[in-house]
């Protein structure tokens, strides 16, 4: 199985701030690398897809960038609604394996 | 709009059973794999089963698999999930998930939530 790493587990920030968060994974996974947004009680929702590729929807401060087994989740300037917990995503394998999370605090 | 209704949850015994159903709208339910993802409480996503479109294909994670049972009705726009022999590591938000496609979770449901517990 394909163990996913993200790094790091939390990070204060604050608004206008650029943050980055890693994600590694145990085996190249080419770039089927996916992030998803958690806020508190709702359901995950898609960021970026195939390492790079923007949700419709999704704001344009929000970028991913990586290949084989480091990837990495940009946000360019944090707004207030950007506070949640994020997580990577490996599509390589069928058994669709997660990070444990990153969560983003003020 | 797409929109994924999960539903089934509730209190179950250890060794107990219970079938979640997800009910889909908005899209052609037909055209798309789906997936069940869980969250225990306080804890990370755990990705749990996918089956694709015409049912030919079904993966479980090493975590439920041989205890859970993935299934989908086309003609009613509905995916399942079959749950046994329950686990207190079990209790978690469950969630359904529209594959996009390859893994690719593009919309969820808003989860519903399975307690194991005597």
């Known amino acids: ?106 | 709009e797409v929109q994924l209704v999960e539903s089934g949850g509730g209190l179950v015994k250890p060794g107990g059973s219970v079938r979640l159903s997800c009910a889909a709208s908005g899209f052609t339910f037909s055209d798309y794999g789906m997936n069940w993802v869980r969250q225990a409480p306080g804890m990370g996503l755990e990705w749990v089963s996918f089956i694709s479109t015409s049912s030919l294909h079904i993966y479980y994670a090493d975590s439920v698999e041989g205890r859970f049972t993935v299934s989908r009705d086309n003609a009613k726009n509905s995916l399942y999930l079959q749950m046994n022999s329950l686990r207190a590591d079990d209790t978690a938000v469950y969630y359904c998930a529209r594959d996009f496609p390859s893994g690719i979770h593009d919309f969820w449901g808003q989860g519903t939530l399975v307690t194991v517990s005597s």
């Open chain 1, 1 to 106: 199985d394909i163990q996913m790493t993200q790094s790091p587990s939390s990070l204060s920030a604050s608004v206008g701030d650029r943050v980055s968060i890693t994600c590694r994974a145990s085996q190249s996974i080419t770039r089927h690398l996916n992030w998803y947004q958690q806020k508190p009680g709702k359901a995950p929702k898609l960021l970026i897809y195939a390492a790079s590729s923007l949700q419709s929807g999704v704001p344009s401060r929000f970028s991913g960038s990586g290949s084989g087994t480091d990837f990495t989740l940009t946000i360019s300037s944090l707004q207030p609604e950007d506070f949640a917990t994020y997580y990577c995503q490996q599509s390589y394998s069928t058994l669709y394996s997660f990070g444990q999370g990153t969560k983003l605090e003020i």
